[in-house]
């Protein structure tokens, strides 16, 4: 079955600098993959949407990349700040537009 | 205002009551979705529906039911609640031309005791 690996350990960075956050995943490519933002005691928000044949999607100070043969998504947000801090999720599809799987989440922390 | 309504937002209740988590939306949405989230495991998928009258069971559908007989409402019922429900719930809904992005409710924290 597909699984989506992101960080376990917390990412601290200083304001102002690029946080990039990794998604991982194996088994086969999904048609499409998914940012999301949760926030604590919040229900997730959806941030962004790459399809497999795009290889960057840009969103403000928001960039993802998704790299099929890497099986390997990357969420940078640059010139962070402490209110991006929150919890981020990647999300792929498991059949086209029925199903998502979810990864864990990786915390990050933007410190002033 | 568009939005995803979850009630109880907290509930703590005792083996084997049978309780009703009640889930709406008012965006007119086809596909509805609950999701349970535990620390290290993500959100995992309990039940979800195409339309009206059509569930199909997601990753984690045993000890959870689930009714669709109106477009807006997708309650989740645990008929024996367990220790091992407790968690949190979020419910979600999404557009059919979406390519299933996830509207999400504010998530209800069930303990089981």
């Known amino acids: 079955s597909q699984k989506i690996e992101q960080n376990s350990e917390a990412l601290n960075i200083q304001e102002g600098k690029t946080a990039t956050l990794t998604c991982n995943y194996t088994n086969y490519s999904p048609a499409y993959l998914q940012w999301y933002r949760q926030d604590p005691g919040r229900g997730p928000v959806f941030l962004l949407l790459i399809r497999e044949n795009e290889k960057e999607k840009r969103k403000e100070r928001l960039k993802v990349t998704f790299d099929t043969t890497l099986k390997q998504s990357l969420f940078h947000i640059t010139a962070s700040q402490p209110a991006d801090s929150a919890t981020y999720l990647c999300a792929l599809d498991m059949e086209y537009g029925n199903k998502l799987v979810f990864g864990a989440g990786t915390i990050l922390r933007v410190k002033s | 205002e568009a939005q995803v309504t979850q009630n109880p937002r907290y509930l703590i209740t005792v083996t084997g009551k049978k309780l009703t988590v009640t889930c709406s939306q008012n965006?007119?949405?086809?596909?509805m979705s609950w999701y349970r989230q535990d620390p290290g495991l993500g959100l995992r998928q309990i039940y979800y529906?195409?339309?009206?009258?059509?569930?199909d069971k997601g990753d984690v559908p045993e000890g959870y039911k689930v009714s669709r007989k109106e477009k807006r409402n997708f309650p989740l019922i645990l008929e024996s609640p367990s220790p091992n429900q407790t968690s949190l719930y979020f419910c979600?809904?999404?557009?059919?031309?979406?390519?299933?992005?996830?509207?999400f409710g504010a998530g209800t924290r069930l303990s089981v005791l």
């Open positions: 965006m007119n949405h086809e596909y």
């Open positions: 979600a809904s999404s557009p059919p031309t979406s390519l299933n992005i996830q509207y």
């Open positions: 529906s195409m339309n009206v009258e059509v569930t």
